[in-house]
């Protein structure tokens, strides 16, 4: 069984960071592709920010150039280095990993901008 859990989530100001982290149970974490998902109040989850099991990395256009997602595979962890945080980052984030097309989510952490 895999169990994501998110951290890192919290308040912050426009212009500012948060990094978040995502550990994984389990031993599928090094062969699995790993991303970031958020979902905004009143919208569909979208795709933030992927990582393949070999390291490419894939952006959503509206973070590219302030997100960075990398993994740890000696810790089972990604991670998202959010930076130059808008007020349209807001959200519900969520881990998700994918392995044979088959996805885990974490729980989802709270990432709220204010002005």
């Known amino acids: 069984q895999v169990q994501l859990v998110e951290s890192g989530g919290g308040l912050v100001q426009a212009g500012g960071s948060l990094r978040l982290s995502c550990a994984a149970s389990?031993?599928?974490?090094?062969?699995?592709?790993a991303g970031w998902y958020r979902q905004a109040p009143g919208k569909q989850r979208e795709m933030v920010a992927r990582i393949s099991s070999g390291g490419t990395t894939t952006y959503a256009d509206s973070v590219k150039g302030r997100f960075t997602i990398t993994r740890d595979n000696t810790k089972n962890t990604v991670y998202l280095q959010m930076n130059n945080l808008k007020l349209e980052d807001t959200g519900v984030y969520y881990c998700n990993l994918n392995r044979f097309s088959i996805n885990y989510w974490g729980q989802g952490t709270q990432v709220t901008v204010s002005s």
């Open positions: 389990g031993s599928i974490f090094r062969s699995s592709n």
